[in-house]
């Protein structure tokens, strides 16, 4: 077998197949042998041109018992589970227990065929059943939120009960606000007891969020402006939700410098650690030392290889929306965290709130992975990858939901000073987006009739800086 500096798969991402990802392993079944992944590969995108910012890969090919599928090993397992059910074992007459395990039971044979039937995404480390697990998980959760969008609301809350007797029980928001004093002289035995009080377990949570959400989205000004932006909106739905009501410098010395703000730069040096390691990869038996396996086995918890996102939303119209979207999306999503636990009486430190951002760290990387090369290559990825799709509609579902269980919460009318602000914000953006991509365009419309056709389809490209598809499309409109 050849080495790995003998086989440069750089151009040709052996595992790549036919998605176009750095890190996709083709399809469920198992990989093909090494001869046959680099011919296949040669017919693809990464063979004749890869990206600038695609890091460059070694792989020996080794296709070992652990890359393979197995999928008639978990169905015979399954098969095996379901007879000893039917046949060895007496159904309790227990009707709601019944009802939990043949839904739990359901789950379970549905994540056992998507783990080994699903379509890959573009991560395949630790290993590829990993990331088709989560896709599974992630319809599971999308399916549950219909389910409570299409009850009332006193039903919703009383089918939590069933998930857990606790729940169902409405529970006061805890009050972040208060005394502000950061030295507060009143108090002799501790003056900065403001501090401490404010030291709870989500001080690591913060830090760890944004170190994770700065590996997804790789790029320290996103993620600096959504940083603020919450803080931004924390100001103005206080109104609405008690815990929005913090200390000024809880909002930007504790969260946005401290906890976002450190872990935004550690999440960024390890960005830059990923960026500049080698992509070398061996099989395990071919590494003769312990310690070279044992580093084998470690770094299989890492990239397979690594492509830096550079989103550039300033370049056109389109990537300029679409990174608007994202930072909509992103804020939303965090709402929701919020939102949701508000009006499904969930306590902040119940499993269930835990369990979803667990999830959203597994499934976040995975869809901003799909939505950057949606944006930055859409002629290769002509769809909306499938865990970004079910990201967003989980999104505005969450959403949905909190309109419909406590609709006079979301109504309740913002300040007006702040509403100012938004407007006035909104504006900025709107006219900034008009003058940078556009400018032009209000030229080119009063003097469509004095320029030929080609000098003013040159012009509309030139001023909204964007492909030749969309100019025959103005130029047909012109034309009319």
């Not at 039903?155 to 409405?170: A, C, E, S, T």
């Not at 501090?195 to 709870?200: F, L, N, R, S, V």
């Not at 009501?245 to 960024?268: A, K, T």
Request: aromatic share 16%; hydrophobic share 45%.
């Amino acid at each position: 077998m050849a080495k790995a500096e003998s086989k440069r798969s750089g151009a040709a991402l052996l595992v790549a197949g036919k998605s176009g990802a750095d890190e996709q392993v083709n399809g469920a079944a198992e990989l093909p042998v090494p001869g046959v992944r680099a011919a296949k590969a040669s017919t693809t995108r990464e063979a004749t041109s890869r990206r600038s910012t695609e890091s460059e890969v070694y792989d020996d090919g080794t296709n070992t018992f652990f890359w393979r599928a197995h999928t008639l090993t978990v169905l015979f397992i399954l098969t095996c589970a379901l007879v000893y059910v039917t046949l060895l074992e007496e159904t309790p007459q227990d009707t709601a227990y019944n009802t939990k395990r043949g839904i739990v039971a359901s789950i379970l044979v549905f994540l056992c065929f998507g783990v080994t039937q699903a379509k890959d995404g573009p991560f395949s480390r630790p290993h590829p059943a990993y990331w088709r697990f989560w896709l599974c998980v992630t319809v599971v959760y999308e399916l549950f939120l219909i389910f409570i969008l299409f009850q009332t609301v006193q039903d919703g809350r009383l089918f939590m009960k069933y998930i857990d007797p606790k729940l169902g029980v409405p529970l006061p928001e805890r009050d972040y606000g208060g005394n502000c004093l950061i030295y507060d002289p009143g108090n002799t035995t501790d003056p900065f007891h403001n501090i401490w009080d404010k030291m709870d377990g989500f001080v690591p949570a913060h830090f760890l969020g944004w170190y994770i959400k700065t590996l997804m989205i790789r790029d320290w000004w996103m993620c600096m402006i959504i940083s603020v932006m919450f803080e931004f909106l924390e100001y103005s739905l206080e109104h609405q939700l008690p815990n929005f009501s913090e200390c000024w410098w809880d909002h930007w010395i504790m969260d946005v410098l401290v906890c976002n703000g450190l872990g935004i730069y550690c999440g960024m040096k390890t960005l830059g650690w990923l960026s500049m390691k080698p992509y070398q990869w061996q099989g395990l038996w071919n590494i003769p030392t312990y310690k070279g396996k044992i580093k084998r086995i470690a770094f299989q918890f890492t990239p397979y290889s690594w492509v830096k996102f550079e989103w550039r939303p300033a370049s056109n119209l389109r990537r300029w929306l679409a990174v608007l979207g994202i930072i909509f999306m992103f804020l939303l999503a965090e709402l929701n965290t919020f939102y949701l636990k508000f009006v499904l009486w969930m306590p902040p430190e119940h499993y269930l709130v835990l369990l979803r951002l667990v999830f959203f760290v597994n499934v976040g990387g995975v869809a901003m992975r799909e939505i950057y090369d949606f944006m930055d290559d859409p002629s290769f990825h002509k769809k909306l990858g499938q865990q970004a799709w079910l990201v967003a509609a989980i999104t505005v579902t969450e959403f949905l939901i909190v309109v419909k269980y406590d609709p006079n919460t979301i109504m309740l009318p913002i300040p007006f000073f702040i509403t100012q602000c938004w407007i006035l914000g909104i504006l900025l953006i709107f006219t900034w987006t008009l003058w940078h991509f556009c400018y032009l365009c209000i030229h080119v419309f009063f003097l469509h009739k004095y320029l030929p056709t080609t000098k003013l389809l040159q012009n509309v490209c030139a001023c909204i800086h964007t492909d030749v598809r969309t100019c025959i499309q103005i130029r047909v409109w012109m034309t009319l």
